[in-house]
């Protein structure tokens, strides 16, 4: 089945550092999304991308659909200690109406004060 | 507003019992998901529905059974536990099902299979 391949696995970063992580896939994707999950929560949404090419803000994250459709990436400017969590990408492949997504493996973000 | 509410939040099954994983949102929403995170492995769908009445296959569905006998409840069925089916499983529900509807999260259940 289709996958999304996310890296880094995982970061341990000091505070004010910025921080970047990225999504591939082998497949075209018409969504891509970033999702973060914080200890003994759901995924809560952070930015949605829905054009090659779209360059989205909110805060201080950035995400970037890539123009090949294969590819997208976050990034966190000046990290503080509550961005720990972990990052997962997320996209709708295909022309299915269902909603299903496909989901990264995660980036498990650390903080350092 | 209470979004997507999951019970229990914790729970130790022994090999080859059952239980019921409880998934319950009060927004109206048409469209529910069972997934499960492992780690390292991100989220995989286990389930489906897009409406009272219809449930599909996700990409694991393999020991797990879901009904959807109303809009607001879409509970996820384990008939004889088994170790792989320890996990962390999170329901999800949308409004609908195109690309610009997000998933909106229940705060998940634990569950460890001994």
């Known amino acids: 089945g289709q996958q999304l391949n996310q890296s880094p696995q995982s970061m341990f970063i000091q505070e004010g550092e910025d921080v970047s992580m990225n999504c591939t896939s082998s497949?075209?994707?018409?969504?891509w999304l970033w999702y973060k999950q914080e200890p003994g929560e759901g995924p809560v949404l952070l930015i949605a991308?829905?054009?090659?090419?779209e360059l989205t803000s909110n805060g201080r994250l950035t995400a970037q659909f890539g123009i090949t459709r294969k590819d997208s990436f976050l990034n966190i400017s000046a990290s503080i200690p509550s961005d720990v969590g972990i990052y997962f990408c997320?996209?709708?492949?295909?022309?299915?109406?269902?909603?299903?997504?496909?989901f990264g493996q995660g980036t498990t973000l650390q903080v350092k004060p | 507003n209470a979004g997507v509410t999951q019970t229990p939040k914790f729970r130790i099954l022994k090999i080859g019992q059952s239980m019921t994983l409880q998934c319950t949102q009060d927004?109206?929403?048409?469209?529910m998901y069972w997934y499960r995170q492992d780690p390292g492995m991100g989220l995989k769908l286990i389930y489906y529905?897009?409406?009272?009445?219809?449930?599909d296959k996700g990409e694991v569905p393999n020991g797990y059974n879901v009904s959807r006998s109303t809009t607001e409840d879409f509970p996820l069925r384990l008939e004889l536990a088994a170790p792989s089916q320890t996990s962390v499983y999170f329901c999800?529900?949308?409004?609908?099902?195109?690309?610009?509807?997000?998933?909106?999260f229940g705060n998940g259940t634990r569950l460890t299979v001994t």
């Open positions: 497949s075209i994707f018409n969504t």
């Open positions: 991308l829905y054009k090659a090419g």
């Open positions: 927004m109206n929403h048409n469209y």
């Open positions: 529905s897009v409406g009272a009445g219809i449930t």
């Open positions: 999800a529900s949308t409004s609908q099902g195109g690309r610009n509807s997000p998933l909106h």
């Open positions: 997320a996209g709708h492949a295909g022309s299915s109406n269902t909603g299903k997504l496909i």
